[in-house]
């Protein structure tokens, strides 16, 4: 923001009592006027600001432009109400204070509280409008209380002096209650160059020369808010699109019952792709240990190597019909062969022996008990 001399005229008319804004239409004016002068400084501490009041026997000047702002909070803090509002003469005193500002470079800008009705007429005002305008001087108008009877002449007087868009007019409802709190969203402090000019260009409203450690603060939290609302959109949509490609794995097994489990069904699953009359025979995945093995040995006797398919079938019926099963589980070179040619299965395994034996122990006494029967 370019550097600016502003002066605040104050209504400090007897229509000041009136409690229609908390807690009075003084107070809240003196609130809002606070508001508007350390914005403006914090915008750029080199701009200046004066004070001075439109009503009563004379207009004051309370401070002239300075960049203190406890000189400032201090004379504002002072006024009591008393007589009625000139804001013809009050304007024009605004100007010649400007007209003394230091260095001449600076932007020139009043800025008017406006509470009490406007004595000075719309052909007056509209000529005043066109002195301030030729002169480069900008200004912006805060009409609250009266904003109803001044209308008319203020938006006369704002459209007279108006150039660039850089005069504004606010007019404050009288159901608000706080007067600062309607500044803070008006054009005044927009990107439009008004009175409180760049303060909306700092994240959170501060200043990083004024105080570094709190502009740092909201920076990073801002940086935060906006990467977890990034990654958000992109989990939903994502969620959106890939369906059940995007679901959760289901837990791995931690144990070796997993990777039996895994080379079992690798073996069944080659053997199933040549022998097809075997492929319904069961769900591998509600099988158990020994009948996982004991498959996996019947299909690598059955020929699985073999291409053909007659040849496949007549290998698998002389292999049945010639090898005893039982003899085979009952032999452990034969077991230790064919669990080593398993992927991802140690033979030698405690669990793997003892899930072996197990299975010799059963068909073993299965065989026993036909026999028995026999």
Known sequence: ???????????????????????????????????????????????????????????????????????????????????????????????????????KHLKQRIIAFVGSPVDATVKELEKLGQKLKKSNISVDIISFGEEEANSEKLEAFIKAVNKDDSSHLVTVPSG??????????????????????????FAGGVDPSLDPEMALALRVSLEEERERARKAGELEGGAADGGAATAPAAAPESDMDADLRAAMAMSMGDAMQVDPGTAGAGDVSAMTEEEMIARAMAMSMAGVEDSGGSAAMEVEGTAEAQVDPTQMLQDPSFLSDVLSGLEGVDPDDAEIREAVSDLASKVEKKDGDEGGGK
């Open 1 to 103: 923001m370019s550097l600016e001399a502003s002066i605040v005229c104050l209504d400090d008319s007897e229509y000041m009592r009136n409690g229609d804004f908390s807690p009075t239409r003084l107070e809240a004016q003196q609130d809002a006027i606070n508001f508007v002068c350390g914005s403006k400084l914090q915008a750029n501490p080199e701009s200046t600001v004066a004070v001075m009041t439109m009503a009563g026997g004379r207009r004051e000047v309370l401070t002239t432009l300075t960049g203190d702002m406890g000189k400032i909070l201090t004379a504002v803090h002072n006024v009591r109400p008393s007589g009625s509002l000139d804001l013809f003469s009050g304007i024009q005193i605004a100007q010649l204070v400007l007209k003394h500002r230091q260095p």
């Open 176 to 201: 608000v209650r706080v007067l600062s709190d309607a500044l803070m969203t008006s054009d005044m402090f927009g990107s439009g160059g008004g009175a409180g000019g760049g303060f909306n260009d």
